[in-house]
């Protein structure tokens, strides 16, 4: 004869099981999720030791990220763009050389035969050459640019490919890449050259300074902070062939005195500050480059130093 269980049985047990998981899940889950993180990163390390080809870390990293925690992802994407940075030293010694045929002839003679030196990756596309196409295609799906300057076409980061993994990374490391993917959109200089307005380094140190506050112990804080101090040089100086200062004359350049009169130090903010103090002594010496001027202009840089040190 057919035994049927009463309800409330059926019931008593289901919520029994469903305590017990509920107890015990997170912990569970956590460990499960730390041994993840150890076998992907693991995996991950030998790929990197073993020095494996970009194309195939990067298909690693897509098959994985999804498994793994925030910060098992940061490792993987952060490690990536360390791999790239390394490439890129490497690759400057080769320059000197000559022996990275890829880049200083192949890629540079065909480019400058189809577009001399105004070729951007947004014209990829364009490319008539199959070598050259193929080449530069392989260098868009690794994470890099091409950009031409003095004379010459050389591979940067594009810090544009790495928003594809925001979703999977903490705030910090996201707002990182977030800051840098500006960097490679609009670079701020070539050539010796600022290729920005004053009010655009100004609008970029602001959120430069903003990341350094918000996430003290990140650990690309000293990325972001190198970054930082080279846009207070930028903002107080020029750079060679773009001075703040007319050469002749030292008289203060025309868009950087509208930008220094425009800036709102009273809004807050340590560079705001440091730089209210500096733009006093400049009204007084007639925004001329005095030897007052220069030595102000320096204790500026000093005080931003000193604060990042703190």
Not at 47 to 61: D, G, P, S, T, Y
Not at 234 to 262: C, H, I, M, V, W
Request: include cysteine.
């Amino acid at each position: 004869m057919r035994i049927v269980k009463p309800l409330f049985l059926i019931l008593t047990y289901l919520s029994v099981v469903v305590f017990l998981f509920g107890c015990t899940g997170p912990g569970s889950t956590a460990s499960e999720e730390k041994l993840q993180d150890q076998a992907v990163l693991a995996e991950f390390e030998r790929l990197m030791r073993e020095n494996a080809a970009e194309k195939e870390i990067l298909a690693f990293i897509d098959t994985n990220i999804s498994k793994v925690t925030k910060e098992g992802a940061n490792q993987l994407v952060t490690g990536y763009e360390t791999r790239q940075k390394k490439s890129l030293e490497e690759l400057d010694q080769q320059f000197a050389g000559g022996k990275e045929e890829k880049w200083t002839k192949t890629i540079p003679n065909g480019l400058h035969k189809e577009f001399g030196y105004s070729f951007s990756m947004q014209q990829l596309d364009q490319i008539k050459d199959p070598e050259i196409k193929r080449m530069l295609e392989e260098v868009r799906d690794t994470g890099y640019l091409a950009r031409s300057a003095e004379g010459i076409y050389f591979p940067v980061i594009d810090y544009q490919f790495y928003q594809q993994y925001y979703v999977y990374l903490t705030d910090d490391i996201k707002n990182y890449y977030k800051i840098m993917a500006v960097e490679s959109k609009n670079p701020p200089a070539a050539d010796a050259a600022l290729l920005i307005t004053p009010d655009e380094i100004l609008k970029r140190i602001g959120a430069q300074e903003s990341y350094i506050k918000d996430y003290p112990v990140s650990v690309m804080r000293a990325d972001i902070e190198e970054l930082y101090l080279r846009y207070v040089n930028f903002y107080l100086s020029g750079l060679n062939n773009t001075p703040a200062f007319a050469y002749n004359t030292k008289f203060l350049r025309k868009d950087f005195q509208e930008s220094y009169k425009n800036f709102d130090t009273s809004a807050g903010g340590k560079f705001a500050e440091a730089f209210s103090g500096y733009l006093e002594v400049l009204k007084n010496e007639n925004y001329i480059l005095t030897d007052k001027v220069v030595q102000e202009r320096q204790q500026v840089i000093e005080k931003m130093k000193q604060w990042l040190s703190a």
